[in-house]
């Protein structure tokens, strides 16, 4: 089964709208929880989360961690066509895998001009 | 960037030949991993590294291996290749167990 859902798996905006994606999990030993950008190619690394309530931001870009809901969301404002991409979660667990990271599917972001 | 490399880009190979995958990082990073990605899966860990020589299983090992005898190369080998190996293959490294991983280019094999 899943262990990190991501949704929607697809969305479709205007260039200006602003988005939230959304991750959950359910993993044992949760240490981090990791957001990347994916562009037709390699993943690109874009935050990574180990505590609840602690915003990171980026340019556009902002996420945060709820430990006790399970959950992550990202929220771009102001989107661009170049923001369009597969925006994956990743969870790290302290299990025996080392670094291992759970992957969700992913979400794809059209931003139409 | 990262500088992690991999190569073959791209390849195309028959069923029941072996195919070697490399990944090459000039970080010096101690953890290396192999990830295919497949429509509807998502990325999903193959085999891993913690070091020279020290290796491990990830969630869909069966049918491929893995070596490395450098700190900078991570070999990934499939002894028989299969049509339910095609793929993309990624290499990730990373410093700690704690940092994030960064991922190579990407390796497209076609098994036919």
């Known amino acids: 089964e899943d262990k990190v859902v991501q949704s929607p798996l697809s969305l479709v905006v205007h260039e200006g709208d602003t988005v939230t994606l959304n991750c959950s999990y359910e993993?044992?030993?949760?240490?981090?929880l990791l957001w990347y950008k994916q562009e037709k190619k390699a993943p690109t690394f874009l935050f990574m989360l180990?505590?609840?309530?602690i915003e990171k931001k980026s340019g556009r870009l902002s996420s945060i961690l709820d430990k006790k809901e399970l959950f992550s969301i990202l929220n771009i404002t102001a989107t661009q066509t170049g923001d369009s991409a597969v925006y994956l979660c990743a969870v790290v667990t302290t299990g025996s895998t080392l670094g291992r990271l759970y992957f969700g599917r992913g979400t794809q972001l059209t931003v139409w001009p | 960037d990262a500088g992690i490399t991999q190569s073959p880009r791209h390849k195309v190979t028959e069923t029941g030949t072996p195919v070697t995958l490399r990944c090459h990082q000039t970080?010096?990073?101690?953890?290396m991993y192999w990830y295919r990605q497949d429509p509807g899966h998502g990325l999903r860990l193959i085999h891993y590294s913690y070091g020279v020589k020290d290796t491990d299983k990830g969630e869909v090992s069966d049918g491929y291996s893995v070596s490395r005898s450098k700190t900078e190369d991570f070999l990934l080998t499939l002894e028989s290749a299969t049509s339910s190996q095609t793929s993309v293959y990624f290499c990730?490294?990373?410093?700690?167990?704690?940092?994030?991983?960064?991922f190579g280019p990407g390796t497209r094999l076609t098994v036919t």
């Open positions: 180990t505590s609840s309530g």
């Open positions: 993993v044992t030993n949760f240490r981090s």
């Open positions: 970080e010096n990073h101690r953890y």
């Open positions: 990730a490294i990373s410093e700690s167990t704690t940092y994030e991983q960064y």
